[in-house]
């Protein structure tokens, strides 16, 4: 299946670039050949499993192994005692993990295993026997006591001034400066702005934590020669993971060698090493074998990460014509106890507006720990402004899109001039497709059983260009090879590279083979997180294929055995303008108004990513997002329960990820540009279509049944709570 | 031999003269790993030799009787093809055959698949022919990350089995015990109805 696409002028086409691209790996997804981190079985490989904290927070005052070690084909047991690393890339003063300098100065230290433990998940002790039941037999030998100690789960009790302190400092989340103070943003002057304003509004809006589920449940394989360790493991950055773990283990990078061949979902966060290859390589080291490490789902879900759980209050100045005056945020974000990534909030950027104020505070609680998730601050950050704007516009018996098109920004934070501008064509393409004009109605309309209503939102989203690196190599036959860092998470990178190199060098597809997922045969590239994998790493490939074009052209094609390379550095910028993704999303749902229940009935996308490398695999992106999205919108929660500080959900039925049967056809429309960055073109894709998707669904919800559902995710007792509500 | 034909047909097609021709099964002492990466039995575990056809093939196997069928194919017949997503039945990325029926083989142990016929990924193309079923997974592009591709094709196969020319809502209803992460529900759809389209008129 082939998106629409709509070509802005100045987009020529090209010859392998742009054209409908199944993948060069396909044959392996498809025949089970493709072999991911647990398909790799190694001579005398040890199986390892992880006992974890049963309690939100507690004090492990007493660790006893001694049953689990004499249980025949034990062979190594770490614990806090004697296993004890420090995972660097799992809490880090503000949560910027990629920043050696940051990690330095971070007084938040995550161990491997902690004590106190913080949350439920948290890794108590590990196991590695002959195999995976001896292994999971061993951790209930282990006999561990608790001091229990108080806990607590939501971020503004959190900083209550007699909530239990998760760190000696309280559970305010300190900046990259080790600083306790809030994410501050501003211009102009709020206060001003609300007494110009005819009307202001205030609200509050919630988002739950929703876990990235990748279908792949994580696992490592470890594997000592020596001093030099191989490690097996999901990561989408193989080159950022060696350095994680050499800085971690104390030895030097070289001795490190890190593959990533196939890899089941990325979604997030996966950019580093986790704890589980840590656990791994020293249990591997402590046993003399080889290790798989195996987490099972429910680990995968309590004990890794998912999008930070946000609160929003919002303060919106507006004039009678409908026209923004400031813009207040006051969010918090809750973040588990440790700092895995930045607990953003994103949004307020999307408006032109001269007086805003956005306040986010990252805090600490005992839930599970938060990190990036598909456009990390930016779903919840869209849904609850643009929920809040939706609320604004009906207020004032606007039109959703004429508030929009007023309002919307032209220049970022009405200042630096975007490379290009399509946000108008996005909104004005999609209007059209769904005949907005002719077929929106004012919220509430309907009365009946069957409530239908159409909801529109938008987003401009970081598209920027970057460093990263590829070698490029052609033998005496002409065949050519792309070295390229890249695991390929399922969005298709290793097919884009190829394409791009197969046009840079003008060969066909079939001339290129790409080298890729594994530290000893790949240059450093940039990993894959940020949607930056085509613009950075794509963009490495042009120049090495450029520099190896000149070499061809100085010496012919090289003799006999001898092959030449050449490598690429690039690292570019733009300047005087800021470089975005653009795009619109429109919704149309149906509520039961005696269930409560919500049916997604029609969904049409419309991105500007640039030029399209390969519309095959980008039309995936879309729509996989955009289910993403409504999943979230609708259904994902992890719930817990407020007495025990147990999560209930951890999984696919507890959390109701999205179904087959749950999924509605996207209808998607590209509209392509060249803003003359990045590789053709291409700007940002994988996090587009997720980042306006709940504040699309929530808006049509409203526009059904005329009362907002403030707390995601939209489940069908709140909707029954709005709409008794408001009998 | 059709990695789909049934049970009763092939048991007619070779008679009792069905050899074992693999004995799979751990090597090494009792509580050592073996040298292929296989892990060996828990010291002390109670097992039970079981004989199964797998994509065709008659293996004899000493399980142990609280291995999955999903860890036995994959950790001791190194069949990896088989993913395992939740291992407890939610997901569907591990679906297999089991005379012909699509299964959960995380769900299933291992000792109860004694005279089974077991149909995975790796049976569905034979001689490097592709079933039509992958081909269309590729041409749709289907599968994403591709961990949940295994089971999503073994579904579709035991769909298009029982009803050749399934609807749209139909292929949603027969799959949806498949989660894909990735959420390309709707190329998953259209490479199945592709598929059915394709083998219809093969039939016709």
């Known amino acids: 299946m082939s998106p629409q696409r709509a070509s802005s002028a100045g987009v020529q ?40 904290s049963p309690h939100p927070h507690a004090r492990i005052t007493s660790i006893d192994v001694s049953n689990a070690h004499a249980l025949p084909g034990v062979k190594a047991i770490v614990t806090h005692e004697n296993g004890q690393v420090v995972w660097g890339s799992g809490s880090v003063a503000g949560g910027q993990q990629y920043s050696d300098e940051i990690k330095k100065i971070t007084t938040h230290r995550r161990y491997t295993f902690n004590n106190p433990v913080r949350f439920v998940g948290e890794p108590v002790a590990a196991v590695a026997a002959t195999d995976r039941h001896t292994a999971e037999e061993a951790l209930h ?124 979902g990325n979604f997030g966060n996966k950019n580093q090493n986790q704890d589980a290859d840590l656990i791994a390589a020293v249990l591997a080291k402590a046993a003399g074998a080889p290790v798989k490490l195996e987490l099972s789902r429910k680990e995968d879900y309590i004990g890794m990460h998912g999008r930070w759980p946000t609160v929003q209050h919002y303060k919106i100045g507006v004039s009678n014509d409908g026209t923004l005056k400031a813009i207040q945020l006051r969010g918090f974000s809750g973040m588990g106890p440790y700092r895995k990534n930045s607990g953003a909030i994103a949004g307020t950027e999307l408006y032109q507006c001269p007086n805003v104020e956005s306040i986010v505070t990252p805090v600490f609680t005992n839930k599970t720990v938060s990190g990036n998730y598909r456009g990390p601050e930016f779903p919840q950050g869209f849904f609850g402004i643009q929920s809040m704007m939706d609320d604004v516009a009906a207020a004032l018996k606007m039109d959703p899109t004429a508030f929009i098109l007023k309002n919307m920004t032209r220049k970022f934070r009405d200042d630096t001039p975007y490379t290009n501008y399509s946000l108008e064509e996005c909104l004005l393409r999609g209007m059209e497709m769904v005949r907005w004009k002719e077929r929106w109605r004012p919220a509430g309309t309907d009365n009946g059983r069957l409530r239908r209503g159409l909801g529109v939102s938008f987003m401009a989203f970081r598209s920027g260009v970057g460093r990263s690196n590829a070698v490029a190599r052609v033998n005496a036959k002409g065949d050519y090879t792309i070295h390229v860092g890249v695991t390929d998470v399922g969005a298709g990178a290793k097919t884009t590279m190829g394409v791009i190199a197969a046009e840079a060098l003008r060969v066909p597809l079939s001339k290129v083979q790409v080298v890729w997922g594994d530290t000893e045969t790949c240059p450093y590239s940039v990993g894959e997180s940020g949607s930056r994998t085509t613009i950075m790493t794509g963009y490495a490939v042009i120049e090495a294929a450029k520099a190896l074009m000149v070499q061809i052209a100085e010496q012919g094609l090289p003799a006999g055995d001898r092959v030449l390379t050449a490598s690429s550095n690039p690292n570019p910028t733009v300047q005087g303008a800021v470089r975005n993704a653009f795009g619109a999303h429109f919704c149309e749902v149906e509520v039961e108004a005696d269930t409560g229940r919500v049916r997604v009935t029609r969904y049409v996308t419309v991105h500007d990513c640039g030029r399209i490398i390969n519309p095959l695999t980008a039309s995936s992106q879309i729509v996989g997002g955009a289910t993403q999205g409504i999943g979230m919108a609708l259904h994902e929660d992890l719930v817990y329960d407020r007495r025990s500080g147990v999560p209930l959900t951890p999984g696919y039925y507890g959390a ?72 | ?129 592709l079933d039509p079923l992958q081909q269309a997974f590729i041409d749709h592009d289907a599968p994403q990350c591709g961990f949940c591709t295994s089971g999503q094709l073994m579904s579709a196969k035991a769909l298009l089995a029982a009803n050749p020319a399934p609807t749209i809502d139909e292929v949603r209803a027969a799959m949806t015990g498949n989660v894909c992460r990735c959420s390309n529900y709707a190329h998953y759809t259209e490479a199945v109805l592709a598929a059915s389209r394709q083998t219809d008129r093969r039939r016709v």
């Open chain 1, 13 to 52: 086409p090209l010859t392998t670039v742009g054209h409908p691209t199944p993948r060069i790996d396909a044959v392996e997804r498809v025949t089970g050949k493709a072999r991911y981190t647990n398909d790799v079985q190694l001579p005398g490989m040890l199986f390892a499993r992880v006992l974890r």
């Open chain 1, 141 to 264: 030998l282990i006999r561990v006591t608790y001091e229990v100690l108080p806990f607590v789960l939501e971020p503004e009790a959190a900083l209550a001034a007699d909530a239990p302190k998760i760190w000696p400092e309280g559970n305010l989340a300190v900046n990259n400066r080790n600083e306790p103070q809030p994410q501050v943003q501003r211009r102009g002057n709020v206060e001003e702005g609300f007494k110009a304003s005819d009307h202001v509004f205030d609200a509050r809006y919630s988002t739950a934590f929703v876990h990235n589920a990748q279908m792949e449940p994580r696992s490592a394989v470890a594997q000592w020669d020596g001093d030099r360790l191989t490690i097996y493991t999901p990561t989408g950055g193989i080159a950022n993971c060696r350095t994680d773990m050499a800085r971690d283990l104390g030895i030097p990078q070289e001795k490190v060698r890190v593959v990533c061949q196939y890899m089941g």
């Open chain 1, 656 to 727: 109701r990820v999205m179904t087959h049967q749950d999924a509605v056809a996207i209808e998607n429309v590209f509209i392509e540009t060249d803003d003359g960055y990045g590789p053709y073109g291409a700007k940002s894709m994988g996090e587009s279509s997720k980042v306006p998707a709940p504040a699309a669904v929530s808006n049509a919800v409203f526009n059904a049944i005329g009362v907002r559902v403030k707390d995601l995710p939209i489940t069908r007792d709140k909707v029954l709570a709005a709409l008794g509500g408001r009998a």
């Open chain 2, 1 to 129: 031999m059709s990695p789909t034909i049934s049970r009763r047909r092939f048991l007619e097609g070779t008679g009792a003269a069905v050899v074992a021709t693999t004995i799979a099964g751990p090597s090494g002492a009792q509580g050592t790993a073996d040298i292929t990466g296989t892990p060996p039995h828990a010291p002390g575990a109670r097992t039970t030799r079981i004989s199964l056809t797998v994509n065709g093939t008659a293996r004899q196997i000493e399980v142990e009787h609280r291995w999955t069928l999903a860890e036995t194919l994959r950790d001791h017949l190194h069949l990896t093809g088989t993913k395992i997503g939740c291992d407890r039945g939610e997901c569907g990325a591990c679906t297999v055959l089991v005379d012909d029926t699509p299964m959960y083989a995380c769900s299933q142990l291992a000792i109860w698949m004694d005279g089974r016929h077991i149909t995975t990924v790796e049976g569905l193309s034979a001689n490097g022919q």
